[in-house]
């Protein structure tokens, strides 16, 4: 349980934000950051279980049937991730109190900073495939949110549009490669994936699920070719930037190879894949970062560079490439959040981020220069700072890697080449922006910023001091716990020191020092080459190709959205002919061995008043009484034939249905137009007419191919189990309030709010209310028979019996709540037609909303009853007692579930039919005598 605090107050936190809106700037901020601190507390406090090897599991179950559960799982990786996650997180909190002005919504921002959070914190703590995939796709909408939340801009909205779209195709992706991969190892969790690495690896749908997989984790880590979402998402407030896209969105795909690192690698193809499209990201980046003026464009490639970088890692395959990895991960989280912190602070103070008009801040901002230049040496490999370390560890991978046989020596050169330009676009950002002259064309002075603005950007430029100096003492061992879970394994053995002694890594870092050194003092030659090459406008590239995507889209909507039912139901009758016809051509006889039933006078007598219904009811569609009436008859018959296959149950119920549906028709004939359409052409009929026959064969062929083949249902279970589970004799109602209780519950609340949207629909809608009928007849003068009221004021009392007759008997016997409540509802409704509105809102004035409302707190009380005593939602419970009189009986709890079944459906029905009702009655035009 306490595992699922760790994400469960962050989840909660949510909600602090908006529920401290009306307190300061900074109280919201305090309540903002109470629940993930105590979330980090937590996972501080389990940091000697985690750092000893336990994998620490939290089960729920979500879907016992199909085996899902939701798992929450904390192992060292997660334990490195969710660290930082909730860390800079809190870092972050306090950043945007003082970075976001008093015009932005910091109430706003905050709530969906943290549910980023959570969403972020779901993914590296799920340990079920389905589950961490719900969070992959919460962390594309709450970033969308986000990119877009000075949504007045353009450039936000396009941002945000384009990292959504990216983004959420990859998750499609994903999920596709989850479902394989579930359906491969016949498990959805985490654990039993992760021990299956030879099932996978050695099945055809290999090459697809890694495909698939890798899609998904390249678009959300802005790998190549996906990675131009990235710098286009810069339009987001800088604390945005500082925590997305350094430290936690843009991470998510790496963590993801990490996490199926054990089980998806060790062929040739992840090889290939994962470290080309590393490769070519890292170099792609290191390149355009140094030609980009914007301070946060320069960091947005940058970070693409080094996204590449440990991408690369992971898919160089060995063992001490992956925790270079785990390595970089950390030390590229502390030095790009607090440099993406730093180039907020400058745009905070000198109102700009271009470079070429930042110029010798040092001497206007000394402290947020120093740690903005050490933050940049550390992202430069600069010895004694913690980027040094890793990208040691990088360079000497590159060198004991064989991936391209003889030719392997050129990953380690391009290696280093992507060092120097890393070193040469860090250097272009401590020169550019804090020497280099004076300032020029700013709006307003630099200067310091407020104190505690500067004090994430100080806390983790002096980590990335320490483990520069300290490595063991501050990341040994976290490091370790983090490999163990990625590598599925025992650690080799490594060391991360300063200094290793002059060597072939130590010698390509100082190529990569000198060369960029170099490469930044001659780069106007680089800015002239750069000049001449076609310049793209990914953002408005992207948004043609989008339109054009839309209106491709639109046009086959319009093509098959044409407005004509008759169209839709050609189609969709089409899909089905395809669809089920063609299976059925590969049965060699339709019939399956099964021996038919005895056909009686009565059946063929039964079928053929349903088929001369249905018949009639199409035939006579333009006299609307008479074709309401064969409709009816086509009801009526069904019932009977429910009733002749021992189905009294369904039989009350679809009895019951057809009178409602009856009344409601009628109730509609009122406002339809009296003239019905033109017919069809004849070459439209008999295409229709050719349509329904082939559907009539498929339909026909396949019932009869399945009712004479033996199959096995689950109705012995529930025959079985209904009087010792349930406490009754009636199967079908026992079902309905015990055995699948929430499904109905479901259905009665779907009901309620079904008959809340008609009734709003229904309200004050302007519909024509004809004089006359259609062949011109005024309507009577006599507005309520006096025959029709006397009849129904009798029964009245007499369905309100049978009702509550039907209701009572239901668990033991045909019958129950919902029948009861429909026929109680056509009394009601009877007396309406009988005798008006007004006659019977005068005696029965009730709101039915609140009868909808009754019904289902009844039944939502009652399942939470049982909770009370340790039972699951829903369960029923039942006796027998001895009472003086009546004798022994029996008592359930399910007969109150099934009095909030009788209630919803008394309310819901009375509230569309009586309120549709009204509609014919109030403001009812006058007719003029006819001459």
């Not at 390149?287 to 560079?305: E, Q, R, V």
């Not at 004509?564 to 899909?575: A, E, H, N, T």
């Not at 019951?656 to 009296?674: D, G, K, Q, R």
């Not at 025959?787 to 668990?811: D, E, K, Y």
Request: a neutral charge.
């Amino acid at each position: 349980m306490t595992l699922l605090w760790i994400l469960l107050l962050p989840m909660l936190g949510t909600f602090a934000p908006i529920l401290s809106a009306k307190t300061s700037r900074s109280a919201c901020a305090l309540f903002t950051a109470i629940p993930p601190a105590l979330a980090l507390a937590i996972l501080v406090s389990l940091t000697g279980e985690v750092f000893s090897g336990e994998v620490l599991r939290f089960t729920l179950e979500w879907v016992p049937l199909l085996g899902l559960e939701v798992v929450i799982r904390l192992d060292g990786l997660a334990y490195l991730f969710s660290l930082l996650i909730l860390g800079i997180g809190l870092l972050i909190i306090l950043y945007a109190r003082y970075y976001l002005s008093t015009q932005d919504s910091l109430p706003r921002f905050y709530a969906y900073l943290i549910l980023f959070m959570t969403a972020m914190l779901g993914i590296v703590l799920s340990g079920n495939l389905l589950q961490l995939w719900v969070f992959w796709e919460l962390t594309s909408i709450s970033s969308f949110l986000l990119i877009s939340f000075w949504w007045q801009q353009t450039e936000a909205r396009q941002g945000a549009r384009m990292a959504l779209t990216v983004t959420g195709a990859g998750g499609l992706a994903l999920l596709a490669a989850f479902i394989l991969i579930g359906q491969v190892v016949g498990s959805y969790d985490l654990d039993l994936v992760l021990a299956s690495k030879d099932i996978i690896l050695q099945h055809h749908l290999y090459p697809l699920m890694l495909v698939l997989f890798l899609i998904g984790c390249f678009t959300k880590s802005a790998q190549f070719p996906f990675h131009f979402w990235l710098p286009n998402a810069m339009a987001a407030p800088t604390p945005v930037s500082a925590y997305l896209h350094s430290a936690t969105m843009v991470k998510a795909g790496i963590f993801l190879l990490a996490r199926f690192y054990p089980v998806m690698s060790g062929t040739e193809l992840w090889f290939v894949i994962v470290s080309v499209t590393g490769l070519i990201t890292l170099l792609i980046g290191a390149y355009l970062a140094l030609f980009k003026h914007d301070l946060k464009g320069l960091l947005a490639y940058s970070t693409i560079s080094h996204l590449g970088l440990i991408t690369m890692l992971f898919g160089i395959g060995s063992d001490l490439a992956a925790i270079a990895g785990i390595f970089h991960i950390i030390n590229h989280a502390t030095f790009k959040a607090s440099l993406f912190m730093a180039a907020g602070i400058i745009d905070h103070e000198a109102g700009s981020r271009d470079m070429r008009k930042l110029n010798g801040l040092w001497h206007f901002m000394p402290i947020t220069a120093t740690l903005a230049m050490v933050a940049a040496a550390a992202m430069a490999g600069v010895p004694l700072l913690n980027g040094f370390l890793s990208k040691e560890m990088f360079f000497t991978e590159t060198i004991h890697q064989h991936l391209l046989g003889s030719l392997s020596w050129v990953i380690p050169v391009l290696a280093t080449v992507a060092g120097i330009f890393s070193v040469a676009y860090s250097m272009r950002f401590i020169h550019d922006v804090f020497f280099n002259g004076q300032p020029k064309g700013l709006t307003k002075t630099p200067k310091e910023p407020p104190r505690y603005m500067r004090v994430p950007v100080e806390v983790l430029v002096a980590l990335c001091i320490l483990v520069g100096i300290f490595p063991a003492y501050f990341v040994q061992d976290i490091l370790n716990a983090a490999a163990v879970a990625v590598l599925g394994g025992p650690v080799p053995e490594y060391s991360i020191a300063i200094w290793h002694g002059f060597n072939l890594p130590l010698l390509m870092s100082a190529l990569a020092l000198i060369g960029g050194t170099i490469i930044y003092v001659n780069r106007k030659h680089l800015f002239d080459f750069q000049h001449t090459l076609p310049g793209i406008d990914v953002l408005q590239s992207f948004e043609l190709y989008l339109a054009k995507f839309i209106r491709g889209c639109n046009a086959v909507y319009v093509w098959l959205d044409n407005g004509s039912m008759q169209r839709y139901m050609k189609l969709l009758l089409l899909c089905f002919v395809v669809l089920a016809g063609v299976p059925l051509l590969q049965l060699d006889t339709l019939w399956g061995g099964r021996t038919e039933l005895q056909v009686g006078a009565v059946d063929i007598t039964g079928a053929a008043l349903l088929m001369m219904g249905a018949f009639a009811t199409t035939v006579l569609h333009r006299y609307r009484l008479v074709a309401l009436l064969m409709i009816s008859v086509v009801g009526l018959i069904v019932s009977i034939a429910f009733i002749r296959f021992s189905a009294p149950d369904l039989a009350l119920t679809q009895f019951s249905v057809e009178v409602v549906t009856i009344i409601l028709l009628m109730l509609a004939l009122f406002f339809l137009p009296h003239k019905t359409p033109k017919q069809s052409s004849a070459r439209r009929v008999l295409s229709d007419v050719g349509i329904a026959s082939m559907v009539g064969v498929i339909v026909g062929s396949l019932s009869y191919a399945l009712m004479t083949r033996p199959f096995s249902t689950i109705s012995d279970f529930f025959i079985a189990n209904a009087k010792t589970g349930g406490g009754g004799t009636n199967v079908v109602n026992v079902i309905l309030v015990d055995f699948r209780g929430f499904d109905t519950l479901g259905e009665i609340t779907v009901l309620g709010i079904a008959a809340l949207g008609i009734f709003k629909l229904l309200t004050r809608i302007p519909l024509f209310k004809p004089s006359s009928d259609g062949d011109g007849r005024p309507w009577s003068t006599e507005r309520h028979s006096l025959l029709l009221a006397t009849v129904s004021q009798g029964l009245l009392p007499l369905a309100l019996m049978v009702s509550v007759f039907i209701f009572f008997r239901g668990h033991n016997l045909p019958g129950g709540g919902f029948i009861a409540g429909l026929v109680t509802a056509v009394a009601i409704i009877l007396q309406y037609i009988a005798h008006g509105v007004d006659w019977v809102k005068t005696r029965m004035d009730v709101e039915y909303q609140r009868v909808i409302a009754i019904g289902l707190t009844i039944a939502l009380v009652t399942g939470i009853g049982s909770m009370l005593f340790n039972r699951p939602f829903l369960t029923s419970w039942f006796d027998y007692y001895h009472i003086p009189i009546l004798g022994e009986i029996e008592l359930a709890s399910a007969i109150a579930f099934d009095l909030g079944v009788y209630i919803t459906v008394v309310g819901a029905t009375l509230l569309i039919l009586a309120n549709l009702g009204k509609m014919t009655t109030s403001h009812r035009p006058v007719h003029k005598e006819t001459i």
